[in-house]
């Protein structure tokens, strides 16, 4: 053998080293490939699950502020349908006392004025006597 086939064959196996390590190294790089790939896989299905879980909690939450809403809408109609019942009440006796108070007022005022009335016929009784009393004197 001479150099010549000596460094044919030195270079040939150099060359199988380095293509043997490439090999070596694109096995294990496909290796962690698979393995990045499945932990991927498994983060994007773990990602959808609580993605899901959450717009199902969302929808449960909203759900349940809706009804509760639908609820407290109820009760403030039915508070104020008894508030303005009781209003209208209050109103209505309000309306009443005073149409009582006037009524009232009205008698006492009539009352007032007859009695004055019969004060005014005994005034004019007695200045019409004293009238005719002058008259008859100076007659």
Partial sequence: M?????????ELKRIE??????LRNWRRLQKEHA???KNYDALESSHQQANETYT???EEKQSA?????????????LRYEQDV???QQDYAQKIEQHKNEIE?????????IEQLNKE???VRAVKDALISRVRGVEA
């Fill in 65 to 77: 502020h809706q009804s509760e809403l639908a609820q407290l809408e109820s009760q403030w109609k």
């Fill in 17 to 22: 080293k380095q293509v043997n390590n490439l």
């Fill in 120 to 122: 005014l016929k005994q």
């Fill in 35 to 37: 393995k990045l790939q």
């Fill in 56 to 58: 199902h909690t969302l």
């Fill in 104 to 112: 009232e007022k009205e008698r006492e005022f009539r009352t007032q």
């Fill in 2 to 10: 001479n150099s010549m086939e000596i460094l044919r064959i030195d």
């Fill in 85 to 87: 019942a009781q209003l």
